[in-house]
Each structure stands twice: as structure tokens, then as C-alpha cells.
Nanobody
Framework: VQLQASGGGLVQAGGSSRLSCAASGRAISNYAMVWFRQAPGKEREFVAAIAWTGVGTYYSGSMKGRFTISRDIAKNTTYLQMNSLKPEDTAVYYC?????????????????WGKGTLVTVSS
């Protein structure tokens, strides 16, 4: 399974950005998709997860209400809509796939990872 994240870039504080994560390769069903992020000098941090069907979601408390995770099943693509961005949201954002289908903030539960896309929020 290959995951390709895109959509990062420079955004002004208060602005919005949408990240995409396209999955390709071996067909897998009943999996979970997740977004993590990693700021310079910090550990990788859970952002949001979504079930394969797109129905169940799970958010980090600090980002719920500003970030929305969604899926387009037909396109096999997962999105992260980020609104009201703050400079502290600056990070490399990674998408990952968990074949267990469990929505969890434990990064060890995710089998496949994309390379990440950098989001920089300027003040």
C-alpha cells in the first residue's frame, strides 16, 4: 500500500488548508485512516482518524472543531480540512493506514505511512 499526502504549503494565521492522502496498491478493506503531525523538535502527534466507511471519526481534543477528516471512498482518498490555522499548527502532516480498522491515537497501530507534507502557518 502506498500513501501520497499532498496539499501542504504556506498559510497565514486564521486561514484554511486542505490536505489529501491518496492510497494505492494492494486492496484493503475495513481499515482506518489517520492524520498525525510532527512539529520541529516534538514527537509525532495524533490529529484525527476515520473509519474505512467514512462514518466513524475520532479527533484530538485540541483540534476538534477546527479540523475535519473525511473520505472519498470512490477516489480512495482521505482529506483533512484545517480551518482557523494557528502558527502552532506548523508541522509535517502524515497520513497513515491501519489494517486493524481501529480508530486510535496510538501510532504503532498504523501499518502504512505516507511521506508527509509540510504545513507552515505564518503569524
Amino acid at each position: 500500500v502506498q500513501l501520497q499526502a499532498s496539499g501542504g504549503g504556506l498559510v497565514q494565521a486564521g486561514g484554511s488548508s486542505r490536505l489529501s492522502c491518496a492510497a494505492s496498491g494492494r486492496a484493503i478493506s475495513n481499515y482506518a485512516m489517520v492524520w498525525f503531525r510532527q512539529a520541529p523538535g516534538k514527537e509525532r502527534e495524533f490529529v484525527a482518524a476515520i473509519a474505512w466507511t467514512g462514518v466513524g471519526t475520532y479527533y484530538s481534543g485540541s483540534m476538534k472543531g477546527r479540523f475535519t477528516i473525511s473520505r472519498d471512498i470512490a477516489k480512495n482518498t482521505t482529506y483533512l480540512q484545517m480551518n482557523s490555522l494557528k502558527p502552532e499548527d506548523t508541522a509535517v502532516y502524515y497520513c497513515a493506514l491501519g489494517s486493524t480498522g481501529i480508530l486510535t491515537r496510538d501510532l504503532n497501530q498504523y501499518d502504512y505511512w505516507g511521506k508527509g507534507t509540510l504545513v507552515t502557518v505564518s503569524s
